[in-house]
Nanobody, 114 residues
Framework: QVQLVESGGGLVQAGGSLRLSCEAR????????MGWYRQAPGKQRELVAT???????NYADSVKGRFTISRDSAKNTVFLQMNSLKPEDTAVYYC????????WGQGTQVTVSS
């Protein structure tokens, strides 16, 4: 199984920015989709954004225009640039690999204070 290692979470004030990174610790397939999900306390895990190896992206409506997902396929890494953060963005963010390979990261906490 592919190991996913996340970094970049933390505490930020509303309106601030954070950048999350997720590295797959071995080569992944070009058909694999990389993405980010999040889970707030008492809520179900939800999709944030995904990106294919060809750069096709998909975003949840709640983050469109504020978050940007990108992928460095040569480094098996996916990034999530989060701008204009809101308190409702507070959650544990999980990296997700799906397709030929399937895996979840361990999660990284993002806390946005008002």
């Amino acid at each position: 199984q592919v190991q996913l290692v996340e970094s970049g979470g933390g505490l930020v004030q509303a309106g601030g920015s954070l950048r999350l990174s997720c590295e797959a610790r071995r080569r992944i397939d070009s058909f694999d989709v990389m993405g980010w999900y999040r889970q707030a306390p008492g809520k179900q895990r939800e999709l944030v954004a995904t990106v294919t190896s060809t750069g096709i992206t998909n975003y949840a409506d709640s983050v469109k225009g504020r978050f940007t997902i990108s992928r460095d396929s040569a480094k098996n890494t996916v990034f999530l640039q989060m701008n204009s953060l809101k308190p409702e963005d507070t959650a544990v963010y999980y990296c997700r690999l799906s397709g030929v390979n399937v895996a979840w990261g361990q999660g990284t906490q993002v806390t946005v204070s008002s």
